[in-house]
């Protein structure tokens, strides 16, 4: 059986830092943790990695569209895979949790991000969706400036013992995602 894990992010070096890149971290840190093999482009589609976790084949993937076309990708992975949306986990920035804190749920209101509509547009949404925690401006015109800006260092560190927790309890998602959320948020 396979799963698909997408994190959300804009591709190339100019970005990698960026808060709104939360999603590729997670999945970076879930490959080196996890000794999967070195990320592939497919397609030109996305940069794709794997492991297995006991009977589940977990794919890692890292979108080339731009985050607002996100669903391109993870459409064409789901046909490509034959992997539906129930088995989707897409890993991704929330300016509406405090910076660290995570949550788990399935379906549901894309909350404005833009990764999200584009897969709701293209794939549904019907996928299990694990939002990292970026914080929010205080002013509503610093959104995007903030979510396209750099962690400061603290944040950094915050984030990055985050992103090894995740990694380091990946199978938590698919067999107690509350506690998974409850690990992660202590």
Same mark, same amino acid.
């Given at each position: 059986?396979?799963?698909?894990?997408?994190?959300?992010?804009?591709?190339?070096?100019?970005?990698?830092?960026?808060?709104?890149?939360?999603?590729?971290?997670?999945?970076?840190?879930?490959?080196?943790?996890?000794?999967?093999?070195?990320?592939?482009?497919?397609?030109?589609?996305?940069?794709?990695?794997?492991?297995?976790?006991?009977?589940?084949?977990?794919?890692?993937?890292?979108?080339?569209?731009?985050?607002?076309?996100?669903?391109?990708?993870?459409?064409?992975?789901?046909?490509?895979?034959?992997?539906?949306?129930?088995?989707?986990?897409?890993?991704?920035?929330?300016?509406?949790?405090?910076?660290?804190?995570?949550?788990?749920?399935?379906?549901?209101?894309?909350?404005?991000?833009?990764?999200?509509?584009?897969? +709701?547009?293209?794939?549904?949404?019907?996928?299990?969706?694990?939002?990292?925690?970026?914080?929010?401006?205080?002013?509503?015109?610093?959104?995007?400036?903030?979510?396209?800006? +750099?962690?400061?260092?603290?944040?950094?560190?915050?984030?990055?013992?985050?992103?090894?927790?995740?990694?380091?309890?990946?199978?938590?998602?698919?067999?107690?995602?509350?506690?998974?959320?409850?690990?992660?948020?202590?």
């Amino acid at each position: 059986m396979d799963a698909l894990l997408v994190g959300l992010g804009n591709p190339g070096p100019r970005y990698e830092k960026n808060r709104h890149n939360a999603g590729f971290r997670v999945i970076n840190a879930i490959a080196k943790a996890n000794t999967a093999v070195s990320f592939k482009k497919v397609m030109g589609v996305a940069d794709v990695s794997s492991f297995h976790l006991d009977s589940i084949r977990l794919i890692l993937a890292k979108p080339l569209t731009f985050m607002n076309l996100s669903g391109q990708a993870v459409r064409f992975l789901m046909d490509f895979y034959k992997i539906s949306p129930e088995r989707i986990y897409v890993f991704h920035d929330d300016i509406d949790l405090g910076l660290g804190c995570i949550k788990i749920k399935k379906g549901g209101g894309n909350g404005g991000h833009n990764g999200l509509k584009s897969i +709701d547009s293209l794939a549904g949404n019907d996928y299990w969706r694990i939002r990292i925690g970026i914080g929010r401006p205080e002013e509503k015109s610093m959104v995007s400036s903030h979510v396209l800006g +750099d962690f400061s260092a603290d944040e950094e560190d915050i984030l990055q013992k985050i992103y090894y927790k995740i990694s380091d309890d990946i199978v938590l998602l698919f067999s107690d995602r509350k506690m998974l959320e409850s690990k992660l948020n202590h």
